[in-house]
């Protein structure tokens, strides 16, 4: 019989003489773990009875008579009961500031996130936000999240939809794949952005029908015709509220290593600053946006340390836009394409090929890590070109596992040359959900149901991982593991049956395959002697429980470095 919510006994213990006929170790452990469902994600000893932690650090592993014997006067001891102990998840993508300002700024997503259905929503919502807080005219106002491909209409709002919330606020509403932008009259008109607005390099103005009028709405580079930043952080405490708040969501699901996937240098100062004045529960990994990084590789700030929980992790370049928003570039024409599209549509890149290729080199023999968009087969071919070109003639081949974010229309050729050069694909599976039917109307059935290929990913023994791109998605774990599991679509539909994992190898890509990716596997994603503690305890195990129900597992208490952060 399965015990109630957190079903854990924790006491601490003050014999003198822990095991009959025993003295107790000069160094016991500050935490012990017992219990059946410890699911160590280590091949070479994937269960074990019990775990203890002293300081930051697993100490042992294995059974409960071995590890009881670390047991002191001081140690806590938890009887996980029915509850299950994992390694701490790993964030292998994702935009962590999102998570905190999600929660006080303007949202528009559609359900289960948010409850926007239809444009007068998104139109409501707007002007509430408005007059709720008393936002004098002249001032910019910002909202994310909203979803064409679910609005009621099938449409992008436009700056005649955002005139009836203001045209005395300029308005900058962000489509949930950040993308994309929506904009009212009052912003174009600030912008400069007319009819005589060419179409930058890597991005296009949408115009109403019938005329080059721009409509509002702006694809890819052509938000960086806003006058105003859409990028603004704050600073000084309110950043730092921002930093520990996001961070703190990520631990209440279970992550102890979070990404900040495109990082400006004042952005990356800011952090460093923040961990140095008090240390982040959580390991936070950035990388440098490319078009801001330093030419100097020195000044990047690459490191495979954490300073108070901070370091640089590598570099983020952009090839591509985003399939939800008809913007990930492609071989083959969209079966059905933005409004107005030609027959032949297959979006475009955002990047100078022959720029991507030289960063990349340069940057690989460097020995700096990269982690590069593309989300469409085009902008694949052009990454691991890229890729391939870097590496030729280095013998041996440098082990850079240089990452393809999102990797949605992957084909399985570019599978087997990811194989061959060691490039690791970290998919955005949670978009069989939210955007699996989507895909299908978009690219056809074919490509639609084979979107994340992990299952083709594991035929060729491809290292990979799984993400959530908060805040394009929550950072929601155990639901990205249902997902990467059942991979059922909103309307039901199963998206490609033979691209789903197992629930063993989604953890793994949430835990050591996460580990993998940032070349941290020997400190972190398994339960290990020697490893840091980073550990999540459970309601249930996942590898017992209903897949169906993978993503309503509670999440009951999270460790990072051996100290609790976060408990239900």
Request: charged share 20%; proline share 7%; with cysteine.
């Given at each position: 019989?399965?015990?109630?919510?957190?079903?854990?006994?924790?006491?601490?213990?003050?014999?003198?003489?822990?095991?009959?006929?025993?003295?107790?170790?000069?160094?016991?452990?500050?935490?012990?773990?017992?219990?059946?469902?410890?699911?160590?994600?280590?091949?070479?000893?994937?269960?074990?009875?019990?775990?203890?932690?002293?300081?930051?650090?697993?100490?042992?592993?294995?059974?409960?008579?071995?590890?009881?014997?670390?047991?002191?006067?001081?140690?806590?001891?938890?009887?996980?009961?029915?509850?299950?102990?994992?390694?701490?998840?790993?964030?292998?993508?994702?935009?962590?500031?999102?998570?905190?300002?999600?929660?006080?700024?303007?949202?528009?997503?559609?359900?289960?996130?948010?409850?926007?259905?239809?444009?007068?929503?998104?139109?409501?919502?707007?002007?509430?936000?408005?007059?709720?807080?008393?936002?004098?005219?002249?001032?910019?106002?910002?909202?994310?999240?909203?979803?064409?491909?679910?609005?009621?209409?099938?449409?992008?709002?436009?700056?005649?939809?955002?005139?009836?919330?203001?045209?005395?606020?300029?308005?900058?509403?962000?489509?949930?794949?950040?993308?994309?932008?929506?904009?009212?009259?009052?912003?174009?008109?600030?912008?400069?952005?007319?009819?005589?607005?060419?179409?930058?390099?890597?991005?296009?103005?949408?115009?109403?029908?019938?005329?080059?009028?721009?409509?509002?709405?702006?694809?890819?580079?052509?938000?960086?015709?806003?006058?105003?930043?859409?990028?603004?952080?704050?600073?000084?405490?309110?950043?730092?509220?921002?930093?520990?708040?996001?961070?703190?969501?990520?631990?209440?699901?279970?992550?102890?290593?979070?990404?900040?996937?495109?990082?400006?240098?004042?952005?990356?100062?800011?952090?460093?600053?923040?961990?140095?004045?008090?240390?982040?529960?959580?390991?936070?990994?950035?990388?440098?946006?490319?078009?801001?990084?330093?030419?100097?590789?020195?000044?990047?700030?690459?490191?495979?340390?954490?300073?108070?929980?901070?370091?640089?992790?590598?570099?983020?370049?952009?090839?591509?836009?985003?399939?939800?928003?008809?913007?990930?570039?492609?071989?083959?024409?969209?079966?059905?394409?933005?409004?107005?599209?030609?027959?032949?549509?297959?979006?475009?890149?955002?990047?100078?090929?022959?720029?991507?290729?030289?960063?990349?080199?340069?940057?690989?023999?460097?020995?700096?890590?990269?982690?590069?968009?593309?989300?469409?087969?085009?902008?694949?071919?052009?990454?691991?070109?890229?890729?391939?070109?870097?590496?030729?003639?280095?013998?041996?081949?440098?082990?850079?596992?240089?990452?393809?974010?999102?990797?949605?229309?992957?084909?399985?050729?570019?599978?087997?040359?990811?194989?061959?050069?060691?490039?690791?694909?970290?998919f955005f599976a949670a978009h069989a959900f939210f955007w699996g039917d989507w895909h299908r109307i978009s690219f056809g059935e074919y490509r639609g149901n084979n979107t994340s290929p992990m299952g083709w990913a594991l035929e060729r023994g491809v290292?990979?991982?799984?993400?959530?791109?908060?805040?394009?998605?929550?950072?929601?774990?155990?639901?990205?593991?249902?997902?990467?599991?059942?991979?059922?679509?909103?309307?039901?539909?199963?998206?490609?049956?033979?691209?789903?994992?197992?629930?063993?190898?989604?953890?793994?890509?949430?835990?050591?395959?996460?580990?993998?990716?940032?070349?941290?596997?020997?400190?972190?994603?398994?339960?290990?002697?020697?490893?840091?503690?980073?550990?999540?305890?459970?309601?249930?195990?996942?590898?017992?429980?209903?897949?169906?129900?993978?993503?309503?597992?509670?999440?009951?208490?999270?460790?990072?470095?051996?100290?609790?952060?976060?408990?239900?």
């Amino acid at each position: 019989m399965r015990r109630s919510r957190h079903a854990l006994t924790v006491f601490a213990v003050t014999l003198s003489v822990v095991l009959a006929g025993c003295a107790p170790q000069a160094d016991p452990a500050d935490t012990i773990f017992h219990g059946d469902n410890i699911v160590t994600m280590d091949p070479q000893q994937p269960t074990v009875e019990a775990v203890a932690v002293r300081g930051e650090t697993i100490v042992a592993a294995g059974s409960m008579d071995e590890v009881m014997a670390l047991q002191g006067p001081a140690t806590r001891v938890v009887d996980l009961g029915d509850n299950a102990l994992l390694p701490g998840f790993i964030d292998s993508h994702g935009h962590f500031l999102g998570a905190g300002r999600d929660q006080t700024s303007l949202g528009l997503h559609p359900p289960p996130v948010g409850d926007v259905n239809n444009i007068d929503d998104v139109v409501r919502k707007v002007r509430a936000w408005i007059d709720e807080h008393d936002i004098p005219p002249g001032e910019v106002v910002t909202g994310r999240g909203y979803d064409d491909s679910l609005l009621e209409e099938g449409r992008h709002p436009t700056r005649e939809d955002l005139d009836r919330a203001s045209t005395e606020h300029p308005i900058i509403l962000t489509h949930v794949s950040g993308h994309l932008t929506t904009t009212n009259s009052a912003t174009l008109a600030a912008s400069n952005i007319t009819a005589d607005t060419p179409d930058p390099p890597g991005g296009h103005v949408r115009r109403m029908d019938g005329s080059m009028e721009p409509n509002g709405v702006l694809e890819e580079t052509a938000r960086g015709l806003l006058a105003f930043d859409r990028r603004a952080t704050p600073s000084g405490e309110e950043l730092d509220d921002l930093i520990r708040r996001s961070i703190d969501i990520y631990l209440s699901h279970g992550t102890t290593t979070i990404q900040d996937g495109g990082t400006g240098p004042a952005q990356a100062e800011a952090f460093q600053a923040a961990a140095n004045r008090e240390p982040f529960k959580a390991d936070v990994a950035a990388f440098a946006r490319f078009n801001e990084t330093p030419t100097d590789l020195a000044s990047i700030g690459y490191r495979r340390d954490y300073q108070g929980g901070f370091r640089i992790g590598g570099v983020k370049l952009m090839l591509d836009g985003s399939p939800q928003g008809r913007t990930a570039w492609v071989t083959i024409p969209y079966e059905e394409g933005p409004p107005g599209a030609p027959p032949d549509y297959v979006a475009y890149g955002v990047m100078i090929p022959d720029e991507y290729k030289s960063a990349a080199a340069e940057l690989i023999r460097g020995g700096i890590p990269i982690i590069v968009h593309a989300n469409g087969d085009a902008a694949m071919d052009l990454m691991i070109d890229g890729v391939d070109e870097a590496v030729a003639g280095m013998d041996p081949m440098p082990d850079h596992r240089s990452v393809i974010i999102h990797a949605q229309l992957m084909r399985d050729d570019q599978l087997d040359r990811s194989a061959v050069l060691n490039i690791v694909p970290s998919f955005f599976a949670a978009h069989a959900f939210f955007w699996g039917d989507w895909h299908r109307i978009s690219f056809g059935e074919y490509r639609g149901n084979n979107t994340s290929p992990m299952g083709w990913a594991l035929e060729r023994g491809v290292n990979f991982t799984i993400h959530n791109d908060a805040s394009v998605v929550p950072p929601h774990m155990m639901r990205l593991v249902s997902i990467a599991v059942n991979r059922k679509t909103r309307s039901g539909h199963i998206l490609g049956p033979h691209q789903r994992l197992t629930v063993m190898q989604a953890l793994h890509a949430v835990t050591l395959g996460g580990a993998y990716q940032y070349f941290e596997e020997d400190t972190k994603g398994s339960i290990t002697v020697g490893k840091q503690a980073d550990l999540v305890i459970l309601d249930e195990s996942p590898l017992t429980a209903d897949p169906a129900n993978l993503e309503f597992i509670p999440i009951l208490e999270t460790f990072s470095r051996g100290r609790s952060v976060f408990s239900m």
